[in-house]
C-alpha cells in the first residue's frame, strides 16, 4: 500500500479517483511531476496532486477559473467531484480533476503577426474577465525593486569564486559577469520607483508559450497554468508575457513587431496607457539586469540554463530607448518622461 509520499511521485491512491467515479480500469498514467492522466481519447482527464493544499487559496482559483470558463473563454474548469465539491483530500494530499486539453504548443516566434495581436487580445479579455470576477484590488501598490548595488555585490562574490584554471570555460565565465557588472554600474541610475500606479487587477502569473495551447486553426484551445494566479500591475504581466514570447533566444533580443502586434491586440480588450506600458517596459528590463541568478546557473552551478536570458539583458539594455517606444506604440502617443530614458 503506497503512502501518500509515495502516491504523489508515482500513481494516486484509489480513494479521489472513487470520488469522480472515474473507471477502476483506466490506469492513471503520469504525464508530469505529480499529475496523471486518466483515459485516452477527448474524454480523458488530467488528474493533479497538490501535498498539504492550501484549501481557501485553490477554492479561490476554481471560482476563478470556473467563471472565466463559464464566460467562454479557453480555460479549464475543474471538474466538480460526486459530491459536488472540485477539490479532494487523501492522506494530506489534494486532487483535483480537469478535463484532457487537446491542442499543441507554439513558440511566440512562430506565430503570424494576425495570431499575436489576436493572442494579445485574449491575455486582454482575461484580464477583463479577471476584473469582472474578482474582489477589487487596491490600485497602488509597492512593488519591490532590486537594488543594483546588491547584484553587483553578487557578481563580485561569484567574479572571486571562478576557479583560476585556465581553462576556456572559466575565461568565459569571468567575461559574462563582467559584462554584467559593466552594465549594472552603467545603468545604476536608471532605477525605476518603487509605488506602481499602473492599474492593478488580478492576473494570470505565468503567461507563456508553456502555457498556451493550440487547434489546428491557429487558435489557442487552453491557457493552462493558473496555479500561479496573483495580483499585480496589469501592464507588467502585458510586457512579461511580450518579452517571453517574442524573445529570439540570441543576439537579436525581441522581435518588436510582433511585440507591437500582442500590445495592440491587448489594448483592443483591456486598454490601458502608454505610460503604464512604458513604466512596465523599464521596471521588466531593471528586473532582468539585477537578476543574476541566470548567470550563477548557467556558468557557475554548471546548470543547463539557456543563454538566452543574458543574451537578452544585453541586448535590451543597449536598445532600452527603442522598447520604451516600441511596446507602448500601439497607444499612438509620443513617450512619457520616464527615468529609464538616459
Given at each position: 500500500?503506497?503512502?501518500?509520499?509515495?502516491?504523489?511521485?508515482?500513481?494516486?491512491?484509489?480513494?479521489?479517483?472513487?470520488?469522480?467515479?472515474?473507471?477502476?480500469?483506466?490506469?492513471?498514467?503520469?504525464?508530469?511531476?505529480r499529475a496523471w492522466r486518466i483515459g485516452a481519447g477527448p474524454d480523458g482527464f488530467l488528474l493533479k496532486a497538490y501535498p498539504a493544499p492550501d484549501r481557501r487559496r485553490i477554492a479561490f482559483r476554481h471560482r476563478v477559473t470556473a467563471a472565466l470558463d463559464a464566460a467562454g473563454l479557453p480555460v479549464l474548469a475543474p471538474v466538480p467531484s460526486r459530491t459536488g465539491r472540485t477539490l479532494v483530500v487523501a492522506g494530506g494530499t489534494g486532487y483535483v480533476l480537469y478535463p484532457w486539453v487537446a491542442g499543441r504548443r507554439r513558440g511566440g516566434l512562430e506565430l503570424t503577426y494576425a495570431q499575436c495581436e489576436r493572442l494579445g487580445e485574449l491575455l486582454g479579455l482575461l484580464h477583463a474577465a479577471l476584473d469582472e470576477h474578482t474582489p477589487p484590488v487596491q490600485q497602488e501598490m509597492l512593488v519591490p525593486t532590486p537594488r543594483a548595488a546588491g547584484a553587483v555585490a553578487e557578481i563580485d562574490r561569484l567574479l572571486a569564486a571562478v576557479p583560476a584554471d585556465g581553462t576556456d570555460f572559466a575565461a568565459l565565465t569571468e567575461r559574462r559577469l563582467a559584462e554584467r557588472r559593466a552594465l549594472l554600474v552603467e545603468f545604476a541610475d536608471h532605477q525605476p520607483p518603487e509605488l506602481d500606479?499602473?492599474?492593478?487587477?488580478?492576473?494570470?502569473?505565468?503567461?507563456?508559450?508553456?502555457?498556451?495551447?493550440?487547434?489546428?486553426?491557429?487558435?489557442v484551445t487552453a491557457v493552462l497554468g493558473w496555479d500561479a494566479l496573483t495580483t499585480g500591475p496589469v501592464a507588467g504581466e502585458v510586457v512579461r508575457a511580450a518579452a517571453s514570447l517574442f524573445a529570439t533566444g540570441d543576439e537579436r533580443g525581441l522581435d518588436l513587431e510582433r511585440v507591437r502586434a500582442f500590445v495592440r491586440g491587448h489594448r483592443s480588450a483591456f486598454p490601458l496607457d502608454a505610460g503604464q506600458i512604458q513604466a512596465a517596459v523599464h521596471r521588466a528590463w531593471w528586473e532582468r539586469l539585477c537578476d543574476v541568478a541566470p548567470l550563477r546557473h548557467r556558468y557557475v552551478d554548471g546548470e543547463r540554463e539557456p543563454a538566452g536570458a543574458a543574451a537578452l539583458v544585453a541586448w535590451w539594455s543597449a536598445h532600452l530607448d527603442l522598447t520604451l517606444d516600441a511596446f507602448p506604440a500601439a497607444y499612438g502617443a509620443e513617450p512619457v518622461d520616464n527615468p529609464a530614458f538616459g
Open positions: 500500500m503506497p503512502t501518500s509520499q509515495s502516491a504523489s511521485d508515482t500513481e494516486p491512491p484509489s480513494l479521489p479517483l472513487r470520488r469522480w467515479a472515474l473507471d477502476a480500469a483506466q490506469a492513471p498514467v503520469r504525464v508530469a511531476e500606479v499602473s492599474t492593478v487587477g488580478h492576473l494570470h502569473g505565468a503567461f507563456d508559450a508553456r502555457r498556451l495551447r493550440y487547434g489546428g486553426s491557429g487558435n
